[in-house]
């Protein structure tokens, strides 16, 4: 079993239209390198949401992204200095679609008036189809196995086997031309 290792990553950005899309590139990229790719999209999307919201309502455009991987969560986390938007002020939209796309969600002060809104998705296990063996296929040996009358020896100087039809026939070829018989045990003497 593999462990996870935790993962951390922060990032400062001044808030405009053309940065959105490089923030995203950026969380997209750090995601696929934790190997989260599952998550790339909401987790964009979410990220891009509150960015255009900041840039668009805030007047403090400096804002913080941190992203933490536990192993089984992935907590993202934008906060801004701007004293003028409250969470609870903010556009509706806005949070339902975070809403919509995160397993959870909430928002906290910080200690400069601030505020921080942070969403988290869990990683599910994929589902894992059965693991099936595949039938062996066969070996050359097997496959390219040439017909033998007789085994063949495992050691050059052993007795080799001979099936009892083969020693029949060849006992009976051997009387017949009057040469001792390696099966009778004993030489046979012509009368």
Not at 10 to 29: C, K, N, T
Not at 124 to 144: F, I, K
Not at 168 to 177: D, F, K, L, V
């Amino acid at each position: 079993m593999n462990a996870v290792v935790p993962c951390y990553y922060h990032l400062d950005v001044e808030v405009s239209p053309q940065r959105v899309g490089q923030v995203r590139r950026i969380l997209a990229a750090h995601l696929r390198y934790w190997n989260l790719e599952i998550l790339v999209e909401p987790v964009c999307q979410c990220a891009e949401v509150l960015l255009h919201t900041i840039d668009r309502h805030a007047t403090d455009k400096n804002t913080s992204i941190e992203m933490w991987w536990n192993g089984q969560h992935l907590i993202t986390a934008i906060s801004d200095n701007n004293q003028d938007i409250r969470p609870h002020y903010a556009p509706q939209g806005c949070l339902a679609q975070i809403a919509a796309l995160s397993d959870g969600w909430g928002c906290c002060a910080t200690g400069v008036g601030g505020k921080i809104i942070w969403f988290s998705r869990r990683v599910q296990a994929p589902d894992r189809a059965p693991l099936v063996p595949p039938a062996p296929s066969p070996t050359l040996r097997e496959a390219c196995r040439a017909p033998r009358e007789l085994p063949v020896p495992a050691l050059a100087g052993a007795p080799t086997a001979i099936p009892v039809e083969a020693e029949t026939e060849r006992a009976g070829a051997q009387e017949a031309q009057n040469v001792p018989s390696r099966s009778a045990g004993r030489p046979t003497v012509p009368v």
